[in-house]
């Protein structure tokens, strides 16, 4: 998240979280797409993480950046932290271990999003190489340890890091080593959030498996073909997972809302300050019975800034956030947002995921998000291969894109972006496994090489 939000508005009832939330609905012409991406920065000259400080460090960089752009900066006291488009809506933030992430402009189009994408990369290159920068296109930092990971300084990071050791075994692994690339999609009212939603949730394990992509730690096999997706099941199960609750009858706004309540809180922001109120309730907050705020109520900040603390498979705002996918190569990046565009912005292709899904228990769900870090497109659920799934799916998404009939200027529709998950299912192989062949074939055991094959 680029910038936690500042708004003073005081709220004093769940119904106006419930209200806020469902706000979000929108007719479907005015549908976005907003696509994130996250790379980890390494010096070109020894493979090694980039520190915040220094003549070719993350600030350097970010400043950099800001007189290419003329974005505006954003600041916590002196230190720039990442950059605003305050006109486009875009964003630059940096993530704890220094990810550098592009929070992109909400758009129209996959073409869209990925012209985007590549102009800022080609952007992010010019000044990065000059002070011997380069990005990796990784879900997870194969070479480094958590103790050679550098620290940005955020406020917010400080708290989490803190708080992550006292409920679960890969929090501070997630929060410095790992990166995905997500999209974020709307819904027209809450029966539209509800199946997409559902959706989303059952089907969050397909994009894991086809984007699956960190098989490596600290230069070496970790045993699993996405460790960033084994990661969050052992980071802070309070705050993540499948949700089942999601297809209970009666879901909608009210119901998530209630789970996010009962989400511990991180922190409050009270001007720059960075509060630690770890592990207490916002509905104390919200009652006004805080022990550690005693005589303040939330405000609409504290409650947006509670929401961006949550971590489901499947994250519910005003929008939706699809969470599951490793970061990857350039065109990887665009091909998360037509997957899961193809599915869930045309009614067609939304009713027959449905349809495919539907019949599947949350013990089938589960035990597919479980499998999927170790097996990808090897796993299996209610009998079928998830490469079986995987085709289906993207058939689906594929016909989805096509009736939504967007073409570039030269003639083509957004179809084109799933070619590299189509060669995926093809030959039942994640991008980790090309990576492990090539480690223990031609890299001679050695992670160096992937520095040139995943660089940006």
């Not at 004093?12 to 209200?19: H, I």
């Not at 488009?85 to 990810?99: F, H, K, R, W």
Request: hydrophobic share 40%; proline share 6%; charged share 25%.
């Amino acid at each position: 998240m680029a910038r936690d939000t500042l708004d003073a508005t005081p709220i004093s009832a769940r119904d106006e979280l419930v209200a806020w939330m469902e706000q979000g609905s929108k007719p479907e012409r005015a549908f976005r797409i907003g696509t994130e991406h996250e790379k980890i920065p390494f010096t070109l000259s020894r493979h090694e993480p980039v520190p915040y400080e220094g003549q070719k460090g993350i600030r350097k960089l970010l400043e950099g950046m800001r007189h290419l752009l003329g974005w505006e900066p954003i600041m916590e006291g002196d230190t720039i932290i990442g950059l605003a488009d305050v006109t486009g809506g875009g964003a630059i933030s940096l993530e704890p271990g220094g990810q550098f992430e592009l929070s992109g402009a909400p758009v129209s189009t996959i073409h869209e999003t990925c012209a985007e994408l590549n102009a800022h990369l080609a952007q992010v290159r010019e000044v990065a190489e000059p002070l011997g920068i380069g990005f990796l296109g990784i879900g997870m930092s194969p070479k480094w340890s958590r103790t050679e990971t550098p620290v940005m300084p955020k406020g917010r990071y400080k708290i989490m890091a803190g708080y992550m050791p006292k409920v679960g075994s890969y929090g501070l692994d997630m929060m410095f080593r790992t990166c995905t690339v997500q999209v974020n999609l709307d819904f027209s009212s809450e029966a539209d959030m509800v199946k997409k939603m559902r959706v989303g949730l059952a089907l969050q394990p397909v994009a894991t498996a086809l984007f699956a992509n960190s098989p490596f730690t600290e230069g070496r096999p970790n045993g699993f073909l996405s460790f960033r997706s084994e990661i969050w099941r052992d980071t802070d199960n309070a705050r993540s997972g499948m949700l089942p609750f999601a297809f209970e009858d009666g879901f909608g706004f009210e119901r998530y809302v209630d789970y996010a309540l009962d989400v511990p809180m991180y922190f409050v922001k009270r001007g720059d300050a960075y509060i630690d109120v770890s592990g207490s309730s916002f509905r104390d907050l919200l009652a006004g019975r805080h022990p550690l705020l005693p005589g303040e109520t939330a405000t609409l900040s504290d409650w947006v800034n509670h929401l961006s603390t949550i971590f489901p498979e499947v994250r519910l705002k005003r929008f939706l956030e699809m969470r599951g996918a490793d970061a990857g190569p350039w065109a990887k990046l665009c091909a998360l947002p037509a997957f899961w565009v193809g599915l869930l912005y045309d009614r067609q292709a939304l009713d027959a995921a449905w349809e495919l899904v539907k019949d599947w228990s949350a013990e089938d769900r589960q035990k597919l998000r479980d499998d999927v870090p170790r097996l990808a497109l090897h796993a299996q659920i209610g009998g079928r291969s998830l490469r079986e799934i995987a085709r289906t799916t993207l058939a689906l998404s594929s016909a989805g894109l096509k009736r939504r009939g967007f073409h570039d200027r030269l003639g083509r529709d957004e179809t084109r972006f799933l070619e590299p998950l189509e060669e995926a299912v093809l030959t039942g192989r994640s991008p980790a496994e090309g990576l492990l062949e090539r480690f223990n074939g031609e890299w001679d055991g050695s992670v160096e090489p992937v520095f040139q094959a995943l660089a940006y």
